[in-house]
């Protein structure tokens, strides 16, 4: 990572620059998507077992199971780390993420997730939020106050 493994913000704020609402992932959240891709693996590993007339179809969901159930531990104390800053002007992700909030022209949820698209085709992804809605609406607002226009 460009930022050496830090997954909060860590864009300078400009002069008369502040924070005004910081969103973090929810672990809850984060089990709960972990959890229904885990049956997800488990029911396609068992499908595409089946398809191929092996017949130890039960295979396919210990393996989906332990796949994603090994993925979701690995990643859990990277995804959970991240942070995003909402200032009066930009929002700042990880990475060095920087994106003015007059540049934003589509916000939308995916599942647990929102989705930040600019003006030049950029996308970002706020994952794992604990309120998707309430996340979508102080995001619009502030665009709004910016002077910019959300689809």
């Known amino acids: 990572m460009p930022d050496g493994g830090n997954r909060t913000p860590s864009v300078p704020l400009r002069d008369d620059e502040d924070i005004v609402q910081s969103f973090r992932p929810s672990r809850s959240i984060y089990i709960r998507d972990t959890t229904w891709m885990a049956a ?3 029911a396609g590993g068992m499908l595409i077992l089946w398809i191929a007339g092996n017949p130890h179809v039960w295979t ?3 393996g989906g199971l332990a796949a994603i159930a090994l993925r979701g531990w690995y990643l859990a104390s ?3 780390a991240v942070r995003w800053d909402l200032t009066d002007r930009r929002l ?3 990475g060095g993420r920087s994106v003015s909030l007059a540049e934003i022209v589509r916000l939308r949820a ?3 997730s929102v989705q930040i698209v600019t003006a030049g085709g950029d996308k970002h ?3 794992y939020q604990p309120d998707v809605q309430d996340t979508l609406t102080r995001l619009r607002e502030a665009v709004d106050r910016a ?3 959300v689809a």
């Open 40 to 42: 997800i693996a488990m």
């Open 60 to 62: 396919g969901a210990v």
């Open 78 to 80: 990277e995804e959970l």
């Open 92 to 94: 700042l992700g990880p």
């Open 110 to 112: 995916l599942a647990s």
């Open 125 to 127: 992804l706020m994952k």
């Open 147 to 149: 002077g910019g226009h």
